[in-house]
Structures are given as structure tokens and as C-alpha cells.
């Protein structure tokens, strides 16, 4: 039985006070045991974010890493300094990351393997645009995007990644795929680890759905049979995330 993820993906949101007030806040309606939550923070909140949540099930994630240990890579941050952070998750190849940062297949496989080697679960995000889905692309997007983004990943160590299925379509439009197509979508990528991984990798890894997740249609979703739970945005900065994590 897989336990449902709920994870908010807080954004480019939240100076390190409001991040503290907001935790403050929420966290005993956040909290939850039969759900494993997780608030993905900007860099500058994470300390905030992990020392407001102390003694909570509450874990919290990044939004991004490098895939390199160190160097002249100027702005970014490693692997290692999450680990030592005590970051267990992090977002990798977010749809925003690809479109305004030229992240690219290639280097979300490289991150995830950089994450994977320091204990580090990563969030591999997939997902297709709106002219793909109306061209009956989905799929070979998708095939595409996993073939590439988890190359050299092997059988022991795919059940350790999450993977976000977001069509891009969906992301902060107030779209949101049916549950059909979601399902559809999330059944294709845990078809895609069964073949090109194993039996037991494909029962235990998670997926998660994203794009305009909401109080409104979280259970439905969450209800699909491949579906694990979901990358949240815009309403994971909202006091209203515990209707989400508690599925409507």
C-alpha cells in the first residue's frame, strides 16, 4: 500500500517572516499521519520552515538543486547542502524550470541521479503542454521525458524518486485535468517503470498529479487508482492547504 504524498510547492512566495507566520499558524491543521506532507520552500525559507515545523510529521522539500557537488556555478545550490540541511525532498524539472531556466531532460537526469546519491528523494516533474495534449502527444511526451530524465536509474533505487505527473496546461491556469485524463497519464507512467524498470518498482513508486490541485477536486483525484497524491501550488500558500492534504 503506498501512503499518499501531499506536497505543496510554495513557489516564488513568502519572505522568511511571512514563511514563520504562516507555518505558525497552520502546521497542527497541516499535520497529518495517514498522509505524508511536505512544504517545498524558496532556499532562503528552508531553516524558517524546518525550525517552525520541529516536532511535526511535516517534512520539507526545495524547489530546485544543482547537479554538480561544487564549484563556480554562482546562485546555486548542491545536493550536499541540502543533505546536510537535513532536506529530504526536492522538486526536480518543474514545467517553470524548463521554460525559464532551459532545464532540459538531460539535467533532470542528472540532478536526480546527484539527489539519489546524497539520500536525497526526489520530485521528477513530467508533463506535456496544451498544443501536445490536442495533438494526441501526451504519451510520447511523457515516454520521452522519463526514458531521458531517468536514465542510468537502476531497479534498487526507482521505488526511491516521486514522480509529478503536470500537464503544463494545467499549472496556475485554473485548468485542471479530468480525473480520467490524469489517471490515464499516471497509469501510462507507472506502466513505463513496470517495463523499463520492475514489477516491484512500479507498485512502489509514487505519482503524484499537479496542476490546479484545490479543496474542490483533491479527493476525486486523489481517489484514481494511480494516483499517489499531488505537487500542489497556489493552494499550498493558502490556509485552505488542509482541506487538500485531508482531500476536500
Known amino acids: 500500500m503506498r501512503k499518499k504524498i501531499v506536497a505543496g510547492n510554495w513557489k516564488m512566495n513568502f519572505t522568511p517572516v511571512e514563511a514563520k507566520a504562516f507555518i505558525a499558524e497552520n502546521k497542527s ?10 512544504v517545498c520552500v524558496p532556499f532562503v525559507n528552508l531553516h524558517t520552515v524546518q525550525s517552525e515545523l520541529a516536532g511535526t510529521n ?38 517553470e524550470r524548463r521554460e525559464y ?23 521528477v516533474c513530467v508533463g506535456e503542454s496544451q498544443e501536445q495534449r490536442l495533438q494526441n502527444q501526451t504519451n510520447d511526451v511523457l515516454q520521452k ?15 526511491d524518486i516521486v514522480i509529478a505527473y503536470e500537464p503544463i496546461w494545467a499549472i496556475g491556469t485554473g485548468l485542471t485535468a479530468t480525473n480520467e485524463q490524469a489517471e490515464d ?39 484514481m487508482p494511480n494516483i499517489d497524491g499531488g505537487l500542489v501550488g497556489g493552494a499550498s500558500i493558502l490556509p485552505t492547504f488542509e482541506q487538500v492534504i485531508h482531500f476536500g
Open 29 to 38: 491543521k497541516f499535520n497529518a499521519n495517514n498522509v505524508e506532507v511536505v
Open 58 to 95: 511535516i517534512k520539507v522539500g526545495a524547489q530546485n538543486m544543482h547537479f554538480m557537488e561544487k564549484g563556480a556555478y554562482t546562485g546555486e545550490i548542491s545536493a550536499q547542502m541540502l543533505k546536510q540541511m537535513g532536506v529530504p525532498y526536492v522538486i526536480i524539472g518543474h514545467s
Open 101 to 123: 531556466f532551459a532545464e532540459t531532460d538531460e539535467t533532470v537526469n542528472l540532478k536526480t541521479i546527484a539527489a539519489l546519491a546524497n539520500g536525497l528523494i526526489p520530485i
Open 145 to 159: 521525458q522519463l526514458t531521458d530524465g531517468l536514465a542510468k536509474l537502476t531497479p534498487e533505487n526507482i521505488a
Open 185 to 223: 497519464a499516471c497509469a501510462f507512467i507507472r506502466e513505463f517503470i513496470l517495463e523499463h524498470f520492475d514489477e516491484e518498482g512500479a507498485n512502489k513508486v509514487r505519482i503524484l498529479y499537479g496542476g490546479s490541485v484545490t479543496p474542490q477536486n483533491a479527493a476525486e483525484l486523489f481517489a
